[in-house]
């Protein structure tokens, strides 16, 4: 059996943000037991990853990260003509990817304890994101 | 319903190529409708990744980044004698990954518009390439 | 056809281990002969890769690459009460990924000569890893 829904991300501010719930509510009304869910965004400077769902700071500490390591307006970037936030995006949502995959078993999704998703905003500016949610199970 | 399909990616130049073409080509064979696709690449110094379709300074400014953040010639390297663009080869194929995956709806890749899917070539001299596609929809 | 089957891994040293052999021996026990393994590890400190499978030297040298690519006590980290080694953790496990996919074919995992699946162990004690596999297939 194979369930498929596209949602739309409210615009969120640059930085990473906990989006379980959202996705949780699509996998509950697929009425799919067990099976595998993959939750893929349509963008190329937006991410999705699995990190951790309880401290704030962590999230914080994420956008530190990827914006020391990946650095805006580094002489050898060519595609810069959209800003100097966008680069820096591209190279970011392919660090983390475009896609999230987990399991299902008894029709909810089956995280780790400590386990969230997260919608990594890379650019200043992003706009509504849109999420394509692909279950396959029985 | 599951499709699956070995394809063979002739020799490329290191650097990011874009390959969105022969994937999709696979996809629309199978027949399937609605489901996901996992794209797999069987090598350890070569990546896949979903990115940017439209400007080809972006393909560059890819390699230009992994470059510099995963350098050559690290005195730290152990595993250095199949050259020195080995290591950081397989350094850069796990920070990129070895598969890309999906949606199909509508019989067709579903991907945002300006997303294609890049081959990441990291050897100086890789050779051909082995792609597996699997399909499981209906 | 779906399976699935929670395993448990004894806790491993900081660093990388390949762990091909228990995670083929869950997928012949499955009895799908073609199809995608999803493979889930249920933690934001640890996380699963696939690189090269014979050098132990490669092993060695991911951890160095990581360690120096994500440097414990960076004055930025806010998140910093778990000790040192905990917010690279979380880094490390959204750059490389809390799962792995390939296909199956003839009933076994279908990875290139020289792939193997790392088990990247980010905490100094990180205890037993719980991971979920996950085979769609026929």
């Known amino acids: 059996m ?3 829904k596209e949602i739309s991300i409210t615009p969120l501010s640059r930085g990473f943000h906990i989006i379980t719930d959202v996705i949780t509510e699509v996998i509950l009304s697929s009425g799919i037991m067990t099976g595998t869910a993959q939750v893929f965004i349509l963008h190329t400077s937006a991410s999705l ?3 951790e769902n309880t401290d704030p ?3 914080l500490d994420f956008e530190s990260y990827f914006n020391q390591s990946v650095s805006e307006n580094q002489d050898y970037y060519l595609h810069n003509y959209e800003g100097a936030d966008d ?3 591209h190279i970011k949502a392919s ?3 475009a896609s999230v995959h987990f399991p299902i078993s008894f029709g909810r999704p089956r995280l780790g304890t400590w ?3 997260y919608l990594g905003e890379h650019r200043n500016d992003g706009g509504s ?3 394509i949610i ?3 199970g029985e």
Chains 1, 2, 3 share one sequence.
């Open 134 to 136: 692909t279950i396959n």
């Open 49 to 51: 990853t699995i990190n």
């Open 129 to 131: 994101r849109k999420i």
């Open 57 to 59: 700071t962590v999230l």
């Open 2 to 4: 194979i369930f498929q």
């Open 115 to 117: 386990q969230g998703i």
């Open 87 to 89: 680069m820096p995006a």
């Open 95 to 97: 660090l983390l990817g």
